[in-house]
Protein backbone atom coordinates (compact mmCIF):
# COMPACT_ATOMS: atom_id res chain seq x y z
CA UNK A 1 0.00 0.00 0.00
CA UNK A 2 1.43 3.56 -1.23
CA UNK A 3 2.74 5.45 1.62
CA UNK A 4 -0.21 8.03 1.41
CA UNK A 5 -2.92 5.67 0.80
CA UNK A 6 -1.64 4.01 4.33
CA UNK A 7 -1.38 7.45 6.29
CA UNK A 8 -5.45 8.10 5.59
CA UNK A 9 -6.19 4.34 6.73
CA UNK A 10 -4.68 4.93 9.84
CA UNK A 11 -5.55 8.70 10.40
CA UNK A 12 -9.31 7.05 9.93
CA UNK A 13 -8.78 4.10 11.74
CA UNK A 14 -7.43 6.55 14.35
CA UNK A 15 -10.33 8.58 13.83
CA UNK A 16 -12.96 6.04 14.37
CA UNK A 17 -11.44 5.17 17.79
CA UNK A 18 -11.52 9.32 19.22
CA UNK A 19 -15.18 8.69 18.49
CA UNK A 20 -15.52 6.90 21.85
CA UNK A 21 -13.93 9.82 23.60
CA UNK A 22 -16.26 12.34 25.54
CA UNK A 23 -14.52 15.49 24.23
CA UNK A 24 -15.56 14.16 20.41
CA UNK A 25 -19.01 13.02 21.10
CA UNK A 26 -19.75 16.68 22.65
CA UNK A 27 -18.77 17.92 20.01
CA UNK A 28 -21.62 19.08 16.73
CA UNK A 29 -20.44 16.79 14.66
CA UNK A 30 -18.50 14.09 15.64
CA UNK A 31 -17.08 12.78 12.07
CA UNK A 32 -14.92 16.54 12.08
CA UNK A 33 -14.07 16.75 15.47
CA UNK A 34 -12.80 12.74 15.26
CA UNK A 35 -11.21 13.59 11.77
CA UNK A 36 -9.87 16.74 13.13
CA UNK A 37 -8.22 15.40 16.16
CA UNK A 38 -6.57 12.13 14.17
CA UNK A 39 -5.29 14.74 11.36
CA UNK A 40 -3.56 17.10 14.07
CA UNK A 41 -2.34 13.64 15.81
CA UNK A 42 -0.89 11.90 12.82
CA UNK A 43 0.73 15.95 12.00
CA UNK A 44 2.18 16.26 15.11
CA UNK A 45 3.72 12.81 15.25
CA UNK A 46 5.02 13.01 11.74
CA UNK A 47 6.98 17.09 12.77
CA UNK A 48 8.07 15.36 16.10
CA UNK A 49 10.00 12.79 13.61
CA UNK A 50 11.16 15.87 11.34
CA UNK A 51 12.33 17.64 14.46
CA UNK A 52 14.33 14.10 15.42
CA UNK A 53 16.05 13.91 11.97
CA UNK A 54 17.03 17.80 11.92
CA UNK A 55 18.32 17.15 15.37
CA UNK A 56 20.54 14.38 14.38
CA UNK A 57 22.29 16.60 11.63
CA UNK A 58 23.39 19.29 14.38
CA UNK A 59 26.72 18.05 14.87
CA UNK A 60 30.16 19.76 16.35
CA UNK A 61 30.94 20.12 12.77
CA UNK A 62 27.97 21.70 11.40
CA UNK A 63 28.86 25.48 10.21
CA UNK A 64 26.98 27.71 11.79
CA UNK A 65 25.04 28.96 8.70
CA UNK A 66 23.50 25.10 8.57
CA UNK A 67 23.19 25.40 12.14
CA UNK A 68 21.05 28.25 11.75
CA UNK A 69 18.82 26.64 8.79
CA UNK A 70 18.45 23.74 11.15
CA UNK A 71 17.15 25.51 14.19
CA UNK A 72 14.91 27.33 11.47
CA UNK A 73 13.13 24.36 10.08
CA UNK A 74 12.81 23.01 13.43
CA UNK A 75 10.49 26.13 14.08
CA UNK A 76 8.89 26.00 11.34
CA UNK A 77 7.77 22.03 12.92
CA UNK A 78 6.40 23.71 16.13
CA UNK A 79 4.80 26.43 14.37
CA UNK A 80 2.72 23.16 12.47
CA UNK A 81 2.36 21.22 15.89
CA UNK A 82 1.10 24.78 17.36
CA UNK A 83 -1.72 24.85 14.48
CA UNK A 84 -2.74 21.64 15.34
CA UNK A 85 -3.10 22.45 19.13
CA UNK A 86 -4.92 25.46 18.10
CA UNK A 87 -6.93 23.62 15.32
CA UNK A 88 -7.97 20.48 16.95
CA UNK A 89 -8.90 22.02 20.29
CA UNK A 90 -8.17 18.74 22.07
CA UNK A 91 -5.26 20.47 23.16
CA UNK A 92 -6.12 23.79 23.76
CA UNK A 93 -5.25 24.05 27.40
CA UNK A 94 -1.94 23.57 26.68
CA UNK A 95 -1.64 26.85 25.01
CA UNK A 96 -3.15 28.49 28.47
CA UNK A 97 -0.25 30.15 30.38
CA UNK A 98 0.72 28.68 33.83
CA UNK A 99 -0.21 30.55 37.08
Known amino acids: MPDAKREITQMLQLAEILK ?7 QASTEEASFTLSHAITDIVESCEKIVTLRLRLTADTPPAEVEDILGAIGEEIRHILYHVRDSRFYQYLLTPAP
Do not use: D, L
Not at 20 to 26: D, L, N
Open 20 to 26: KIAFVQQ
